[in-house]
């Protein structure tokens, strides 16, 4: 399984950018897909998931509103929206696949990453 994350990069506070996760190696709407974050100096943490077949998902408090998690099954690729971004949205984003169908936010559900794409926000 390999997954290639793009769509990082520089924005200002306030700005929007989406990312995107194309998978590859398995059956696509057969797996949930998550997103997380990690900043200069602490932990990777929960961002964004969402369920196989794309009905259900779950956001960090800290990116309810903002950001919007979707996929499309039929080009195998999960996307993050990124809303009115603000200088502590500043990380490197994964994305990350795991068995089963159903959403979670426990990184250790997610069997394969992604290499991560950076976005920094500036004030």
């Known amino acids: 399984v390999q997954l290639q994350a793009s769509g990082g990069g520089l924005v200002q506070a306030g700005g929007s950018l989406r990312l995107s996760c194309a998978a590859s190696?398995?059956?696509?709407?057969?797996?949930?897909m998550g997103w997380f974050r990690q900043a200069p100096g602490k932990e990777r943490v929960f961002v964004a998931t969402i369920s196989g077949a794309g009905s259900s998902t779950v956001y960090a408090d800290s990116v309810k509103g903002r950001f919007t998690i979707s996929r499309d099954n039929a080009k195998n690729t999960v996307y993050l929206q990124m809303n009115s971004l603000k200088p502590e949205d500043t990380a490197v984003y994964y994305c990350a696949t795991r068995v089963g169908v159903s959403p979670t936010t426990a990184q250790g559900a997610y069997d394969y990453w992604g290499q991560g794409t950076q976005v920094t926000v500036s004030s």
């Open positions: 190696g398995r059956i696509f709407s057969n797996y949930a």
